[in-house]
T-cell receptor, first 114, second 115 residues
Framework: NAGVTQTPKFQVLKTGQSMTLQCAQDMNHNSMYWYRQDPGMGLRLIYYSASEGTTDKGEVPNGYNVSRLNKREFSLRLESAAPSQTSVYFC?????????????FGSGTRLTVV | DQQVKQNSPSLSVQEGRISILNCDYTNSMFDYFLWYKKYPAEGPTFLISISSIKDKNEDGRFTVFLNKSAKHLSLHIVPSQPGDSAVYFCAASARYGGSQGNLIFGKGTKLSVKP
């Protein structure tokens, strides 16, 4: 089915470990996004890529890096995980050419840093 | 500073009654508004949207009202059903502003519809 696929779905890391969250979309969308969701904080933008070859910081970029590998894939890397990065991470994509400004979200990655 | 505010963290209604979820915004550049619904362990899914040139948009049991002068929008669900129990996020976009039209989300309201 067309959509946004995130891997892994669950991950437990030790403080200081690194990992990369993967995201791929098959809807030919131009823009891709990484959000984190924390209790009582809603959805906060970490990084986004307006188009292939570009990336920009969002509201909470510290401790993260991203790579827009190609039009389909946008990965999020934690170089040295910290307990404060325990969260649920959502990838999203969209294309505004259709006039729809809404995002399509993946099902999330639940990350625990101990 | 929160640009999109959902001041009610939770709301409980009886099945068959109306649910009204509220959202306020501060940025006058916002010109497109959306509501997303999120079930546990799933990603948010698009529910309904409204452009700032309108004051109402309906889709079945869901209606969004926009009051630009008050910088306020609301989502009405009539009649409410137990399957509507979820977290609802309000989002806004300044499509022609400098933020690339990225969506800004509120903190969400958890709706519980009791049978």
């Amino acid at each position: 089915n067309a959509g946004v696929t995130q891997t892994p779905k669950f991950q437990v890391l030790k403080t200081g470990q690194s990992m990369t969250l993967q995201c791929a979309q098959d809807m030919n969308h131009n823009s891709m996004y990484w959000y984190r969701q924390d209790p009582g904080m809603g959805l906060r933008l970490i990084y986004y890529s307006a188009s292939e070859g570009t990336t920009d910081k969002g509201e909470v970029p510290n401790g993260y890096n991203v790579s827009r590998l190609n039009k389909r894939e946008f990965s999020l890397r934690l170089e040295s995980a910290a307990p404060s990065q325990t969260s649920v991470y959502f990838c999203a994509s969209r294309t505004i050419q259709t006039g729809n400004y809404g995002y399509t979200f993946g099902s999330g990655t639940r990350l625990t840093v101990v | 500073d929160q640009q999109v505010k959902q001041n009610s963290p939770s709301l409980s209604v009886q099945e068959g009654r109306i649910s009204i979820l509220n959202c306020d915004y501060t940025n006058s550049m916002f010109d497109y508004f959306l509501w997303y619904k999120k079930y546990p362990a799933e990603g948010p899914t698009f529910l309904i949207s409204i452009s700032s040139i309108k004051d109402k948009n309906e889709d079945g049991r869901f209606t969004v009202f926009l009051n630009k002068s008050a910088k306020h929008l609301s989502l009405h669900i009539v009649p409410s059903q137990p399957g509507d129990s979820a977290v609802y996020f309000c989002a806004a976009s300044a499509r022609y502003g400098g933020s690339q039209g990225n969506l800004i989300f509120g903190k969400g309201t958890k709706l519980s519809v009791k049978p």
